[in-house]
């Protein structure tokens, strides 16, 4: 049984990935990799939506690229406001904590967004905050904040925005430029259809004037020292060569796809998840309006145990989902089924399926197709496509 | 032509390595990755000779490691020696001051080692400096430090010591309890066969209390975090999984062949290559006596251009090695040849081959096997191997 893993990151790599990720290593200093490492570059540009900002590759976790955020922008004793839906929002204060920042949490209810006018009165209250941190897709609830009107919000404020875009960019549209954001992560493993490894940083112009001013300690994350590499096609140490000829083959096949299919896609097949879990008896947990294209988390219904559902659809039906994250009471009562990167209306149908049959075998509903019936209508618009560049 | 890409990291992957990278992708929080992060470590921990120490893994390259140990053991104005021989023991020396230790720099000149006597006046001399920073292995002057002489002087004087073992490590001995070494460091795209991505802290008891203290700054390379997170096969944030499956058959390939023997083989081949390169008119840099096992540097004879000589060995011969590294004026004037990780004594011969014609083709001798014929006694050791277990 070849099995699925539909948790939100890491994703299933396609073969031609493997296949890139496969050829023979280089030399980091020479020719090739410049090369691979400015068509990446490009790429990531393209998919975060800009031309101003500097894009820089590191060899980390996503939670790398965030650290590197904090330690070039911010100083001990800085006043920064961290929005928080959950458990990514959460590791943005965390990582500012830890670097001495005083953290004012702007905290909503797991599965509620970060709303315009509480962000617009926190940023009034705290004036002295300079930088502000927010989550575009939080992971943990499968909630997706509308972070082109947050941005506007930060902006008239006149304060930096850091967007922690980690599992959305690739995978839900995302306008760095236009919608005026400072700085935007993301991370290999997402969207980007390649192995964990990798991550992105975007670095605008406002940002770049941050970084001189921080006076917060850093090597490995410094971005001037990426930045100066980055001009030569190099990144400052070794970078993980491997996996970002996978990344390179992961935004190829977005080009070729078109990012508008591959985002239409992924909304589509969200659609559809959360058609089917709710017809399964399931409780999608992010406010309508505000649901995620990359992963759905829902309520399990009473009686049911998210670890003996989780093992039953993997034991007999080879599909692996996420379980919750976190402390919150909340979290050990949710499941998560990712459904970013390499994902199709077929992968997506089996999920569906392997989730009514153990919800049957764990005496809760009979499998009668009621899931896959919710789901059908939504997964047939996937003829429409627009045209691809 | 298949290049040999001959550079002291990355080095080539072994088939059996690639394709365990492309196994498919799991979930970092299941079972299966526990399984292997497990069988990672212990195979560190033997590489690395300690039952004592715990062994984190990070995603990130060498220097990534080395900015950990500097972040979790060192506050802001501490006083440290760093040992530096090199590229690499400046770059502790750069770390360290960027978290804003005062660095007393042990200097030595390019192609010298750090010689006990000055280590111990050193540390004499500077009473309040409780953390010392060595480079077993420097690779931009191909010099191995007598790490386990050095360790003596650093455990006599009651200092803490942290050996970058980065292109040591599983390529020569190394003995982490015996030797009473507090922290040693390494990284996948050494001798360990594996693409760059992943690199090892292993932090023994000593080094704990100093962590218990640190007050600088850190999270995503917070040791503390990973212990707690390794205790149960994982790591605190998404890990480079595609990466460390290429670290498991490393690994399992090292075990097999027995560590003695790859420890024999590196050394026959470093020595072929030295009187390989000392026949073809180059000067060797390391003092006899700390020559690597790993890395040869040596000065190109007068009258030879560094990158003429690298283009003709890459363009006729398909034969990849190193310039220089580092702003001194020595490094315009010396080539590096890696041989570790996955090299045998064919692929030594090609080298020395494509040498012998490229110097040949600049008019600077003729090709009549010099170089083959002093390497050739050297390699002939071969059979010689000690039982694997």
């Known amino acids: 049984m070849t099995e699925q893993l539909r948790i939100p990151g890491p994703t299933p790599l396609p073969d031609r990935v493997v296949r890139a990720m496969s050829r023979p290593m280089v030399d980091h200093r020479g020719g090739e990799f410049?090369?691979?490492?400015?068509?990446?570059?490009?790429?990531?540009?393209?998919?975060?939506?800009?031309?101003?900002?500097?894009?820089?590759?590191?060899?980390?976790?996503?939670?790398?690229?965030?650290?590197?955020?904090?330690?070039?922008?911010v100083s001990p004793g800085d006043r920064v406001i961290v929005g928080t839906c959950g458990v990514f929002g959460d590791r943005f204060a965390d990582i500012n904590a830890a670097y001495g920042a005083e953290v004012t949490r702007l905290s909503v209810d797991w599965g509620q967004p970060i709303e315009e006018a509480v962000l617009a009165e926190t940023?009034?209250?705290?004036?002295?905050?300079k930088v502000?941190?927010?989550?575009?897709?939080?992971?943990?609830?499968?909630?997706t904040n509308h972070?082109?009107?947050?941005a506007r919000v930060v902006r008239d404020a006149g304060r930096l925005l850091v967007v922690d875009a980690i599992s959305s960019a690739s995978s839900m549209d995302l306008q760095m430029d236009a919608w005026d954001l400072d700085v935007v992560l993301s991370g290999s493993q997402k969207g980007w259809m390649?192995?964990?490894?990798?991550?992105?940083?975007a670095v605008g112009p406002r940002a770049w004037e941050f970084v001189e001013r921080s006076r917060s300690p850093r090597f490995y994350f410094d971005w001037k020292s990426h930045r100066t590499w980055a001009e030569k096609g190099f990144t400052p140490s070794t970078p993980a060569v491997s996996t970002l000829f996978a990344v390179q083959e992961g935004i190829r096949m977005l080009?070729?796809?078109?990012?508008?299919?591959?985002?239409?896609?992924?909304?589509?097949?969200?659609?559809?998840?959360?058609?089917?879990?709710f017809a399964a008896g399931l409780t999608l947990l992010a406010r309508e309006g505000y649901r995620s294209a990359t992963v759905t988390a829902a309520v399990?219904?009473?009686?049911?145990?998210?670890?003996?559902?989780?093992?039953?659809?993997?034991?007999?039906?080879?599909?692996?989902i996420a379980g919750g994250r976190g402390q919150a009471k909340i979290s050990e009562r949710i499941v998560r089924v990712g459904h970013l990167g390499a994902i199709d209306e077929g992968d997506l149908v089996q999920v569906l399926w392997a989730l009514e049959q153990a919800l049957e075998e764990?005496?809760?509903a009979p499998a009668d197709g009621r899931t896959l019936a919710a789901a059908q209508p939504i997964l047939a618009g996937a003829s429409e496509t627009v045209a691809a560049h």
């Open 255 to 277: 080009r070729e796809e078109g990012l508008a299919n591959a985002f239409a896609r992924h909304r589509r097949i969200a659609d559809a998840t959360a058609a089917g879990l």
């Open 132 to 143: 502000v941190f927010l989550t575009h897709n939080e992971t943990s609830t499968g909630l």
């Open 300 to 320: 399990v219904p009473d009686g049911i145990e998210v670890e003996a559902l989780r093992k039953l659809m993997r034991s007999r039906h080879g599909v692996i």
């Open 362 to 364: 764990l005496d809760h």
């Open 194 to 201: 390649s192995p964990p490894g990798i991550a992105f940083a």
């Open 123 to 129: 940023l009034a209250a705290n004036p002295d905050a």
């Open 34 to 73: 410049a090369a691979v490492h400015r068509e990446v570059s490009a790429g990531v540009r393209e998919v975060f939506g800009t031309e101003t900002a500097d894009v820089l590759i590191v060899t980390s976790s996503g939670t790398g690229a965030m650290e590197s955020a904090v330690a070039n922008l």
């Open 147 to 150: 972070i082109a009107k947050l």
